[in-house]
């Protein structure tokens, strides 16, 4: 499977911001749609935002203007910045693979998730 590390959480307060980072490695022949989901504790996984590889974006509602999806793809790489974060936000942040291009088969996977924490 392609390998995702997440990086970039932490312990904010409400009106700060973060950027998540997210690193693809291996099957260096594909080429991946990428973007994040979440899971507050309690509740179940929601999707939070995803960038296709004509550059499109989409964002559930409720980080719409305050989150920007963007990507790198000499690195491989996905960043999720979030301003004006919100208690609302505090979840834990999964980065994933939506669709892989290439040659051959491209797996895709979750990563391990990063913390977001944000305080009143």
């Known amino acids: 499977q392609v390998q995702l590390v997440e990086s970039g959480g932490g312990s904010v307060q409400a009106g700060e911001s973060l950027r998540l980072s997210c690193e693809a490695s291996g099957y260096t022949y594909c080429t991946y749609d990428m973007g994040w989901y979440r899971q507050a504790p309690g509740k179940e996984r929601e999707f939070v935002s995803v960038?296709?590889?004509?550059?499109?974006?989409q964002y559930t509602d409720s980080v719409k203007g305050r989150f920007t999806i963007s990507q790198d793809n000499a690195k491989r790489t996905v960043y999720l910045q979030m301003n004006n974060l919100k208690p609302e936000d505090t979840a834990m942040y999964y980065c994933?693979?939506?669709?892989?291009?290439?040659?051959?088969?491209?797996?895709?996977?979750w990563g391990q998730g990063t913390q977001v924490t944000v305080s009143s």
């Open positions: 960038l296709d590889g004509d550059g499109r974006t």
């Open positions: 994933r693979t939506f669709r892989g291009y290439g040659p051959r088969s491209c797996p895709l996977n």
